[in-house]
């Protein structure tokens, strides 16, 4: 996976009055956006974000976008422009500034206070320049007019960059309630001003273009909300991600309403919504917040704890409590449970085991499935056509998705009358030119995944993934013979050791003094090296296990010779 | 998990005129449904099915409910009653009937069809009694009607049980599709014939408890697959469960209508189809079939692949052509794949790869998110409703589902009418005592998960999971030294093997020095013995993996002694 599009050509050199766009993360799946666009030898990134590692895929801490195509060129970055807070846009950036620290990084106010967090953890100091929506700004060849777009956190931007080559508009993550609860619209006033100056191309986010209709108002929660918290008879906890600002806000008025005091818990959810506090995105009625320590002198029920940890993942609060070894906090019969949140694929398992042990210990949960207490932070099909309709964009290059995204969102684009050859459908490492009002792809670059793992970053191949799959499928087996150099007689072991299928290593016995004798016969005469010998125990244990046992365990054999 | 109710005592002996329950599979769980009935020393069991393993059970096959409470006890069981053909009802009775094989097997004539080809393979032959709804028999003490019940599977059975404790009435897997593909009704009138004259125990279905309204009827399925079928340009691929006779029957009805021949594409789906056709359960119109052999033969647009893997399923046919490495079929532009089935949650993200790949290839992919070509095989509230009110149970126990399920089913339950305290809500293991009209939780047996990994039945304990989990994530190192009995000197290594986080050994040069030292040290004046020299090694070089690559994998110390 390290060329996923080998069959494309590396693209030509770079014409004048021509824009390059290399994504280099996010087309072809959910996360580590980061896209590059290259001009008079100068580059221009925007987003720099992580991807959360799937089941096969173990062991990985998180997924870079590949660095390799800018690796030498560093010195060229204009800058990093940041569209929103979110880590699958700026998750990567640390790891970026390692490798060079002076690169400006760009973003509005509370995206710059969520990624300075960060950077303080891995120790950098960065350059950064706070950016607002109505701003125009330039990083070298590059113009950048910034533009408000509605999320599921505050303060995010879309980008219209100017260049020799045209304008090209990227939405970043968006959404266009027309109801948003801080009252910052989607600046749709913008894209239709740009529209009829003409938007050469249109990167738009495909996250939800597979869904047909309207992405619900945000504040269509609070009735559901409202509703629960009037028939809750004792504590309730509500659980979302710890940076959906709104949210929490929405969970905060709907207390104080009901005389209800919350309490964060959750590490990161104690530290964002600091950060959006300080900064005035979230405004706490007074007598409102308590620290988590005081909810023991509370009645049950006045209480609402404010949790991280509504993926299911196993060290969050909520997984916690639902397992009944939370320090602090236990649920008990008349609790209620609100999951206001989506469910990322690939949790549902791990959320429902949390449903499940709530359930057990007596709580009632609401979630996604039985109550609208979620909507999602991106545009569904039909506000993208109203998006397209306004920008009339003269080519479309859907991005941040997965194939079957980007390809709904090219239909839309389709449907709203862009000639569909003037749609691209690239994914990361296509290079695509724009350059006399047509984006072409012109080429590709090697992008692949690049793991996190440990201290490990970058090195771990394709190859220990696999390993880890065979171990964590089939467990593995060692064996130990220390080989007499002289007379080719087994003079030590064989020690067998096995992990992950055999519940007793007395299993072995029977196998032993048949792994004497295939060693002694291979060694006898003594032309066998060590490797000859190794793969002789390899294949009598792995008869012997695959036979007996039905497995195929990891075969170590291990010679030493005296 | 070998005792999930260890603060349950241990069941009182059986009174007289009582009838005891024991749930051993099935309830807390989605699978290897399993319930014994035992009165006056004579025991029939309902159900025994398989589980299948999610991502925390690595590398196991299967899940089977524990046997341990009926092991002593076999000449006692009268009859297994099987209520329909799904695996997760008839996929243990194998590894039961290997235990004592002339048990007599009950089912009606496509389920004991279904139990015999799966018995072939584990070379069991069978006592075998075919029943049909409407029809009476005695096993012992217990007398049993057969009732008919709709579900995503022909042909399934309730079951009224009565004995001198009253009467119990179980559903089996069930739902009430009004308008049936087969015009095979659940028997409601049968429901409240049973109700008139007092049931004394309601064991009912709880999978889709917390589904509102009602499951859509089967043949609505039909229309949407009508208009996807007109306009198709060319192929198309139906994905189903292999065992969804009435789901394939529409397919073939449609794919006739339409001129299009069938092929049956997976070895589950041909071997089930040829068993659902052979009985009459499956009407092939005529000149629609062919042979997957013979699609070369014919325009694309004239086929349809009817084929297994709906759920992702790496080695089934539609991840092979998802993957472009499938021997005889491949995905071009213009081709529809009809995913014409539900998601089992866990299944996402390799469902979303298949779509994923589908795409790329150039194919439009309809499945439950973007079109109606799924519904459920189970009734959904609205539904059960009915059921309780044509009912009007004394007692209830929900059955198959999670424990979410299970109180969800409940509340449906307790909203009929039926008393708070009537409604008994246990999990596997947990025995229930019916008597003199009140049923109510006794104690508990021991219930425990029992894994089928490769030949080994019950032997694989949570220990080698756990295993096979830490080596998934983390990989293992293993360092082997020769030591010299009598001097403490290190003869032979360290040789150290690493899997699954070091792409090269070379990485461990620094620590051979280190490790020869702590060796002989702590083998200075011989008295360390092989368990401390063990120790010592795991510590060193622990301490270096976990401080210099922040990894924390199985360690296996080997000292071997010259």
Redesign the interface.
């Known amino acids: 996976m390290s060329h996923p599009h080998p069959d494309l050509p590396v693209p030509p050199a770079l014409a004048p009055d021509t824009l390059r766009i290399i994504p280099l993360g996010g087309l072809?799946e959910v996360g580590r956006n980061m896209t590059v666009f290259e001009h008079s030898g100068r580059l221009l990134i925007v987003d720099c974000g992580v991807l959360f590692p799937?089941?096969?895929q173990?062991?990985v801490d998180l997924i870079l976008p590949d660095f390799d195509y800018i690796r030498d060129r560093l010195d060229d970055i204009e800058a990093i422009l940041l569209t929103h807070g979110h880590e699958d846009h700026i998750g990567a950036v640390p790891f970026l500034l390692r490798e060079k620290a002076d690169i400006p990084i760009v973003g509005s106010r509370l995206t710059l206070a969520l990624i300075e967090a960060k950077l303080k953890e891995h120790r950098i100091e960065s350059y950064q320049l706070e950016v607002k929506e109505g701003q125009t700004e330039r990083f070298g060849p590059f113009e950048v007019e910034f533009l408000a777009v509605n999320h599921s956190i505050p303060d995010g931007l879309a980008m219209a960059i100017t260049t020799s080559a045209g304008v090209v508009l990227h939405t970043g993550d968006f959404k266009m309630d027309q109801l948003p609860l801080d009252g910052r619209l989607t600046d749709l006033n913008g894209f239709a001003r740009l529209g009829d100056a003409g938007v050469d191309l249109f990167l738009v986010d495909s996250t939800n273009a597979?869904v047909?209709g309207f992405t619900p108002h945000e504040r269509d929660i609070s009735a559901v909300l409202d509703r629960t918290f009037s028939a809750a008879p004792r504590r309730i906890i509500v659980a979302s991600f710890a940076s959906h600002v709104h949210r929490v806000q929405q969970v905060l008025d709907v207390a104080a309403a009901h005389k209800r005091k919350v309490a964060f818990v959750g590490r990161s959810m104690v530290r964002n919504m600091g950060i959006a506090r300080d900064l005035g995105y979230l405004r706490v009625p007074p007598k409102t917040l308590i620290d988590l320590k005081s909810i023991g002198d509370i009645p049950p029920e006045q209480v609402v704890l404010m949790s991280t940890g509504s993926q299911g993942e196993p060290m969050a609060a909520l997984s916690r409590i639902a397992n009944r070894d939370h320090p602090a906090i236990s649920v008990e019969d008349g609790d209620v449970v609100i999951l206001a949140s989506s469910l990322i694929?690939?949790n549902?398992?791990a959320v429902?085991r949390v449903?499940?042990?709530l359930?057990?210990a007596g709580a009632t949960?609401v979630h996604k499935?039985?109550a609208k207490v979620h909507t999602s932070g991106h545009a569904s099909a039909g506000e993208l056509l109203y998006a397209y309709n306004l920008v009339k964009p003269a080519n479309v290059m859907p991005i941040h998705g997965?194939?079957?995204h980007l390809?709904a969102n090219a239909a839309i684009a389709v449907s709203s009358g862009v000639p569909q050859k003037q749609v691209v459908l690239a994914e990361d490492g296509v290079v695509v030119d724009l350059a006399e009002g047509v984006a072409r792809i012109v080429g590709s670059v090697p992008c692949g995944y690049v793991y996190v793992?440990?201290?490990?970053v970058g090195?771990?191949?394709e190859?220990?993934l696999k390993?880890?799959?065979i171990?964590?499928?089939?467990?593995?087996i060692?064996v130990?013979v220390?080989v007499d150099s002289v007379t080719g007689k087994v003079?030590?072991?064989p020690?067998i050791?096995a992990?992950?299928?055999?519940?007793d290593d007395s299993v072995f016995d029977g196998i032993r003094p048949e792994l004497v004798k295939a060693v002694e016969q291979a060694a006898e005469g003594g032309n066998a090296d060590t490797y000859q010998l190794q793969q002789t125990i390899r294949r009598t244990i792995g008869r012997w296990v695959g036979g007996?046992?039905?497995?195929r365990p990891?075969i170590?054999p291990?010679v030493?010779?005296?």
């Open positions: 072809g799937e089941d096969h173990p062991g597979e047909p694929p690939g549902e398992n429902s449903i499940n042990g359930t057990r949960v499935g039985n997965e194939a079957r390809q793992d440990g201290s490990n090195g771990v191949a190859a220990s390993d880890r799959r171990l964590g499928e089939e467990g593995f060692s130990v220390v003079t030590g072991g020690e050791h992990r992950g299928f055999a519940e007996r046992l039905r497995r990891m170590i291990v030493v010779e005296s």
